[in-house]
């Protein structure tokens, strides 16, 4: 199902956004829903330092970062990093994510991650319009997901310009946890259960271990909101796992991205059901051996960087690990440009 974009001339202006004097926000109409739960938007979100960006001939212009589940965008150093790396920053909070939650609409839920790119390719015309050239288009988690699979149908679609390379901050590539959750007979129910009941969510007590390690009221040094990134995150929900599925399961047979990609990972993984120091240098959500074993999958060249003592989202991770995860990015970038100018 395809939706559109309002018209232009109905389209919001850029208002103050809640991260400070220095960010924007701008609100994406998306019409109806096609999962049923009335008008949708999306939020994007851009970064106007005090001192103009000093664009790098050759390099990206600007940078599309886009969050994962139970998330939206409140990472002031990332915006920072790449501004002052020469690029314009923008941010996606995806519909019913984030600013872009509305009252009476499921957290997060969607029955198809290709409903993704109507937002996706209207943040990418107006990224475009405002700055020119390509951009960089960073996904986290989910939202690593989301990326490639958007890539891929629109390089099918033959639109083949406009990304210059993909970032992807421990990217959900399958799902972790015992094999059997992974089997015929496990995919089957999903199948089903995502079918007949959506919106149902899954059985099971959620846990906080990830999201105490992090915010600022536990044991992190992030300060987020809440009620937008709970600490246990939203309730899974059966169609929303549904189309988790149907994206890996594409995936697994592989896409064609059509543009380099770095992927950022931690060495370990730590599935704790409370905190402890362990969580802190380890993926305490996803299994890192799952992202490597799929990070082939993507086409074009692809590197993985394992990150030693990373968290989950390797951009927020302690300070030693954080500053080599921006070290190994600063890396690829500068060999990114230098690819680009090659081709050129």
Known sequence: MTQNPEPASV????????L????QQRTIPLGDDPDGEGLIEATLVRYSPSEPVQPVAGGPSAALYVHGRSDYFFQRHI?????????????????????????????????????????LEEAVRIVTAEVGGDLL????????????????????????????GIVLNSPWFDLQGPAFL???VTT????????????APIPGKSIDTYGTSIHASGYGEWDFDLEWKPLGGFPVRFGWLRAVRH??????????VGVPTLILRSKLSSFAKKYGPEVDVADAVL???????????????????????????????????????FAELDMWLDWLQAHRHKET
């Not at 389209?11 to 809640?18: E, G, K, L």
């Not at 941010?91 to 609409?105: E, H, V």
């Not at 074009?300 to 300070?319: K, M, W």
């Open 188 to 199: 089957a129910f999903i199948e089903v259960a995502g079918r007949f009941r959506a919106l």
């Open 11 to 18: 389209r919001s202006a850029w208002v103050p956004d809640i």
């Open 137 to 164: 288009v960073t996904g986290h988690s989910t939202g690593g997901l989301i990326v490639p699979l958007w890539l891929d149908r629109r390089r099918r679609n033959g639109h083949t310009t406009g990304v210059a």
């Open 79 to 119: 915006a920072e990093h790449f501004a002052a790396r020469g690029m314009r920053f923008y941010a996606l909070d995806l519909r019913k994510c984030g600013r872009s939650q509305r009252r009476d609409q499921t957290p997060h839920f969607v029955s198809d991650l290709a409903y993704y790119d109507v937002e």
């Open 182 to 184: 992974r089997s015929v």
């Open 247 to 256: 994206g890996q399961a594409v995936l697994h047979r592989g896409l064609d």
């Open 287 to 325: 299994d890192v051996k799952q992202i490597q074993r799929w990070a082939g999958c993507l086409g074009d060249r692809t590197t993985v960087v394992p990150i030693e003592d990373a968290r989950h989202d390797v951009f927020l991770s302690a300070p030693r690990p954080l500053a080599k995860a």
């Open 20 to 23: 400070g004097e220095r960010y």
